[in-house]
C-alpha cells in the first residue's frame, strides 16, 4: 500500500487552476522527488497532502486514510525557509518543539540530544539560531521537523544556498532518512538533487504532471543524449557558431553566453568534437574549459516540456 | 499541561530575547505611572486655582464685581488696563484664562467676556468653566446682597402695610363712625328750619326797610333842615363875613377917621393957617366954611369914631354873640355832622343790614343751597363711602393678600433666591483622582503592549515560518492558542504588576534621590486584589485576542504595527481616557461605550475608583470576555 496516494488533484484559485488531474502514489521508504519549475505547482500539491490546503477535487489518502487531520505526527515538513525561532539557541528550539511534538521529560532531552548530535549541532546548542550559518540552520530546520520522529518527511528545496560541502552532507542525512525507513518527499530544483536522492520523481509543469518514474529511466527515456559543454572565453560569435553546425551537420548546437552545447548524436564521435575543439582553438579561441554532460531530468524535462527547469551554468 | 507551560514560556522567552521589548515591558509602565503620579497626584480642582486669571475692568460705573474677583480667596488675579495686553498674556500664557468686564450703567446686565486659548482642547475650555462658574458665585452674590436689601426693604414694606393695614381699619372706622356722624348730621340739616329763618329775615328786611325808609325822610328832613340851615349858615357866615368886614372895616375906620380926623386936623390946621393967608372973603369964607366944615367933619368923625366904636362894640357883641352862636352854629353843625354822620350810620348800618340782611338772605340762600348740596354732599359721601368702604376692602384684601406674601417672603431667604442651589459635591467614590490616572494609564499600557506584542509576535511566528511548523504540529491549535494567549497574559500581568505596585505601594526612601522622597504613590485600592487582578486578566485576554485579530490582516510587522495604532490611537482618543466621553455627539458616544478600551477602562475604573465588585460589572466582563471568545474561536477555525 502507498504510503501516499494521490488522485485526480484538482485545484483551482477561482478561474485559474494550479493543480489539474495530479495523480501519483509513493510507496513506503521512497525518496519521491517533486520536479518543476516556479509555479508548477509543486508547494500546492505538497500543502493539499500536508492538508494545509483543501483540494478542489480529488483526494489523498495519507497512511490509508483520507482524513490526515490527526497525522501530524506522522508527517513532518523541513519547510524551504527556516522555520524556527531566530531568537532562540538552538536548544531552546529543538525542546520547545519537542514538547509541541508531545515529547517530554527524558525522552524529549534524549531525543533533542540525539537529533542535535546527529546533525552536527552540538557545538551550536548555546547558540542564537539567527547566528548559526544558512547550512546549519537548515540543519537545525531538519532537526526540529524530525522531532516528532516522522514516517513521512516533506523536504521543500532543502540545499538551496547550500555550500557543496553542506549539500552532500544533506545528502548524507537524507539517505540515513531513507535508511531509517522513512518515506521522503523531496521538492528541489535541483536535478542532480533528484537524480540522487530519488527513487522516484514526479515532473510537474504548469499544475500537471508530465512524467513520473525513476530518475534513470525517465534519463534514459526523455533525457536524450550527451553534450559537451565547452567553455570559452568570451564566447563565439554567430558565424563561427554557424560554421560548427555546418561542419558538425547539427542545427541543435547552442551557444549560450560562454558556452557551447554541442549534443552527442549517434553518428557523433568524441573526434569530431575534438577537431571542433581544435579548430577553435586555432581560431583564437580560449576555452576554458570542456566537459561532458551527461543527460539529466533536467534535460528530460527540457525535452518533455521545451523549457529549461532552472538556469544553470 | 506542560505543552501548555512550554507554550507560555516560548511567548515568555520570545519577549525576554527582545531586551528591547523586555526594558519596554518593564519601564513603559514604571514610566507611564510614574510620570502621571508625579505630574498628577493630588490634582484637584480647586488647587487649580493657584492658577492665575487675567482680569480688565471696563465698568464705566462703580460696582464692586471686579473686587468680588480678587476678593475669592482661591484665585489669583492678575489686572490689566485693556484688552489687548489681557489676550497678549493668555497667549503667552501668563494667565490661563482671562475675564474682562464692561458695563455702563447699573440697570444693564455686566458683559463678561471670557477669553481663553482654545488651542488647548481641553484644559482651557476647562478653566473658562471654572472662570465662569467663579463668575456666576460673584453674580449670586451680588445678587444675594441685593436681594438681602430688596428683602429688607419688603420687610420694612410689610411693616409699613400693616401699618397701612391698621390705618385703613381705623379709616374704615372712622368712616362708619363719619355715617354716623353723617347721619347725624344729615338730621341735623333736615332739622334745620329756614322758613322761620326767612320770615325773620324777611321782617328783619321789611324793619329795616321800614327804618331806611324813616331814615330817608328823617334824612330828607335833616337834609332840607340841613339846608336851611346851611343857608342860614350861609347867611350868618355871609353876616359874620359882614360883620367881620364891617368888624375890619370898622377897625379900619377909626384908623382912617383919625387919619381922616389928623388930616382934617391938618387940613384945618392948614386951612387954618392958610386963612390968615387968605384974604379973599369968599375964599375966607370958603376957607372958613371948609374949615368948619372941615371941623364939622372932625367933629362928625367924633361922632363917627364913637358910633363906630359903638358899633365896634356891638360888633363886638354881636361878635361875641354870633361867636355863641357860631358855637352852636358850630355845634349844630357838628351835630348836623353827627347827625350826618348818625344817618350815614344809621343808613350804613341799615344798608349795613339790608346788606346784612340780603346778604343774610344770600347766605341763607346760599345756606340752603350748601345745605343741600351738603345733603348732596352727604349722599355722595354716603355712595363714597360706600365705595370706598368697598375700596378700602379690596385694598385690604389686596394689602393683606400682599401683606401675607410678604410675610411669606419673609419666611424666603434671599440668599436662597439668589442661590437656590448650592452645590455640595456629594462623591460616590471616595477616590484620589491618581486612581483614575493609574486606570487610564493601566488599560492604555495594557493595550498597546498586548496588541502590540501579541500580533507583532504572531506575525513573527508567520515570517519565521514556526507557524507553519506549529500548525503541523501534533499540538491542537486551541492548546497552542490558549498557551499563547497564556504567555501573553503572563507579560500583561507583570506590566499590570508593575503598575499597580507602583500606584498602590509606598515606601519612603531614607533620603531624597533627585528630589524623590518616596518609590510609589500610596494609592488606596477600592476593591479587593483578587478582583483587580481578575479585572486585569479579562482586560488583558480581550486585548491580547484584538492582537490576534489585527494578525489575521497583517502579514509583516510594520503592517501589524500600524494597524495596532490605527485601532489604538482612536481609541484613545474615543474612549474617555484622553477627552471626556460627554465632549462627543450621542452616536459617538454610543459607539464609545463599545469600543475595547472604553469597556475595559470603566472596568479598571470600577474596580480601582469605584469599588464596585466584578460581579456587578456583567456588562464589561461579559463583552470584554466575548471578544476574546470569539477571537480565539476564529483564531483556531482559522485555516493556516
Redesign the interface.
Known sequence: MPIVSVKNILKSYGAKKVLEGVSFDIEEGEIFGLLGSNGAGKSTITSII?G?EKQTSGEVILFNSKDNKNL??K???V?Q????????TVE?NM???A????L?GEKKNKICNFLIKWLGLENFKNT?SDFLSGGYQRLLNIA??LL?DPKLIFLDEPTVGLDPKMRLMFWDKIKELKAQGKTIILTTHYMDEAQKLCSKVALLKKGKLLVMGNPADLIQEYGGIKVIVLKIQDGISENDLKNIKTTLKQDNILSKNEFLFIPLGQDHSIEKVTGVTEWLMKKGYNILSSTTKEPDLEDVFLNITGDKMTEKD | MVKLFDIIWKEISLVKSQKIALLLIILYPLLVVGLLGSAFTGIDVSKMSQSRIGLVNDITFDSNIASSFSSMKDLTIVTYEDINLLKLAVKKKEVIAGIRLSGDSVNKPIKVELLYDNSSLLSSRFFVEVAKAMIQRVSSELVQTQLGLVWTTLSQLGGNIDQELTNIEDFKNKLAQSSVTLDALEAKLNAVDFSEMESTLEGQQNSVLGFQQKNEAFKNNLASFKSSFNELKTEYSSFRTQVSQYKTQLALIPEQIIVAYAALDLTINQLKSIEPMVVDAVAKQKLTDSIASLEAQKTQLNEWNTTITSLNILLQKIDSDSSKLNTTITQADNLFKTLDSESANVSSALTSSTTAINSANEKLIVFKQSIDEVKKLILDARQSKTEIESRLSESDSLLSTFSRKLVEFKDINPDVLAKPVIFYEARIFEVDSFGILVANAAVVVLILTCTLLTSLLIILEKTQKVSLRLSLSSTSKTILTIGKILGQLVIALVEGAIIFLVAFTKIPLPFPIMGVKQIGFGLAISSSLIELVLGVIIISLSFIAIGMLISFFTKNQSTAILACLLLIVPMLFLSGIILPIEFMEPTMQMISSFLPLTVANNLLLGLIVKGIPLFEMIFEVSYLLFITLVVMIATILQKD
Open positions: 500536508l494545509l501530524n505526527s508527517i513532518a515538513l519547510p525557509e527556516t522555520a524556527f525561532y531566530k531568537d532562540f531552546a525542546h520547545f518543539f514538547s509541541i511534538a508531545g517530554k542564537k526540529l521537523s516528532n
